[in-house]
């Protein structure tokens, strides 16, 4: 009887520790990296019909220790309008941007929307910006500047277009930054940074946004990585890319570092590490198998994404969830758990999924949009469409031809099986839907030349 009680007493003192950590703001690290494929990772399966070739095992430790998401989406194939949605918990539709920016646009994010780092000052955060930003087109006027949107820190961020990739010392879209180390790599240097800011703030509230410029799509892995991969056994091109594994292994040795860090400090209990990237791979230089497309396309291969978020004590290690979450759904959920209330003139479009993270609520069914107008040419093509997911179907709607095409990825997450035709009602129950939600979103409605395959 004593050891029921004892065990009984004890269970309670579990519960309210969990609990009393649950209603504690933590410290936030989002690490965000660019045009990182949802299957580069080896807890991601690094193939599905092959032996592991990337080496990823600090953000698989990550993993392990939280909740890994398997239906996890960017809210554009392309970068700028997906860290629209990060920023804001609006969809890029609304706002107005939908496709990347270039050196030559005039679009950028205004200052005039509240940003999560501004939205988190509230609460007392720290905030610091390490890397890319890319919300800002002619960088010459410096409008959308990181420093224009409250962050307390930028660090590292890019006064200049990125397009080009540039990895090693001197940078040139960051002229201004100069070495801290001979040969200097710019993910080690990102990660470094992100080391020593932890480290200044230790004592107060933090909120660190690493956004890595790797591994993008001008590769140029470190070359003693490069290497090491290119005698793996399965090296190749579009698979198996010795580049793309190289600077991939430098993200992951940052999480490693920052894990490392959290630790020594004591912080590593009262820390939420969130792990996810913009769009889909490009198809120059990996494959996205087994699910098809890349970036620029809104087949499951440009936009499902590797979304994983760590909270010791908070979150159940281990835990592999089916949740349908979106990039929209990161603002606000960090200000539900830090307590803040969303500015009142602000519309979000995300919805919190802090109950999932804590073990509250079940997966439950959720409906999502995506509007991309091809603004520009694309050196891969890309393709200019619309699409929506409800429940298991997804429908999407090319702007070139009109073309409709249905998938059921509970059955066929490769979208090989089009059932525009076999399911009409579904077809025009959907397209319907995602056209009203058009109207009632869309900033500057950019319309098909044809809707529904009709002239």
């Known amino acids: 009887m004593k050891k029921v009680v004892l065990f009984l007493v004890c269970l309670l003192v579990m519960i309210s520790s969990f609990a009393q950590k649950a209603k504690t703001p933590p410290n936030i690290i989002i690490i965000l990296a660019d045009d990182l494929g949802w299957s580069e990772l080896g807890c991601y399966g690094n193939r599905n019909d092959g032996p592991r070739f990337n080496e990823t095992p600090h953000l698989d430790r990550l993993a392990a220790g939280g909740m890994r998401f398997t239906q996890a989406y960017a809210t554009a194939p392309v970068c700028t309008p997906t860290r629209i949605a990060l920023m804001t918990g609006q969809h890029p539709a609304r706002v107005g941007i939908t496709d990347y920016l270039d050196a030559k646009d005039e679009k950028f994010l205004s200052p005039d929307y509240v940003t999560l780092n501004e939205q988190l000052r509230k609460a007392g955060y720290h905030s610091g910006l390490i890397g890319k930003w890319h919300l ?31 990895y090693v010392h001197p940078y040139a879209f960051m002229p201004d930054v100069q070495a801290r180390t001979e040969g200097e790599y710019l993910t080690d240097r990102l990660n470094q940074e992100a080391v020593d800011f932890i480290h200044r703030h230790q004592k107060r509230p933090f909120f660190l946004y690493l956004s890595h410029y790797a591994v993008h799509t001008k590769l140029a892995g470190k070359p003693e990585d490069v290497a090491k991969y290119g005698q ?23 999480v490693g570092r920052l894990v490392a860090t ?61 949740q349908v979450v979106n990039t929209l759904d990161i603002y606000p959920t960090l200000l539900e758990l830090a307590s ?15 109950s999932v993270l804590n073990g509250r609520t079940k997966p439950f069914p959720r409906t999502l949009y995506w509007h991309y107008p091809l603004a520009k040419p694309h050196f891969l093509g890309g393709r200019s469409a619309g699409a929506i997911r409800s429940g298991d179907f997804k429908l999407i709607e090319f702007f070139d ?55």
């Not at 800002?136 to 397009?163: F, L, Q, R």
């Not at 056994?233 to 292994?249: D, S």
């Open 401 to 455: 031809t009109g073309q409709i095409q249905l998938f059921n990825l509970a059955d066929d997450a490769g979208e090989q099986t089009d059932l525009s035709e076999k399911l009409p009602a579904k077809r025009d129950q959907l397209i319907n839907q995602l056209q009203k939600w058009r109207q009632r979103t869309v900033a500057n409605p950019v319309l098909p030349i044809q809707q529904s395959g009709k002239d």
């Open 136 to 166: 800002t087109g002619d960088y010459t006027k410096k409008k959308g500047e990181p420093a224009k949107h409250g962050w307390d820190e930028v660090i590292c961020s890019e006064t200049g277009y990125i397009a080009g990739g540039d």
């Open 232 to 254: 793996k056994a399965g090296v190749g091109t579009n698979r198996n890319n010795p580049e793309l594994a190289a600077m991939l292994e430098r993200v992951d040795d940052g």
């Open 262 to 322: 959290l630790t020594e400090l004591g912080l590593n209990d009262n820390t939420l590490i969130l792990f996810t990237s913009d769009n889909g791979g490009e198809l120059n230089v990996t494959s996205n198998a087994p699910l098809r497309g890349g970036k620029s396309e809104l087949f499951e291969g440009g936009i499902r994404e590797p979304l994983i978020i760590s909270w010791p004590g908070v979150i159940r290690p281990g835990t592999v969830s089916t």
């Open 340 to 354: 803040i209330k969303p500015a009142n003139d602000q519309p979000i479009d995300g919805i919190s999924i802090a």
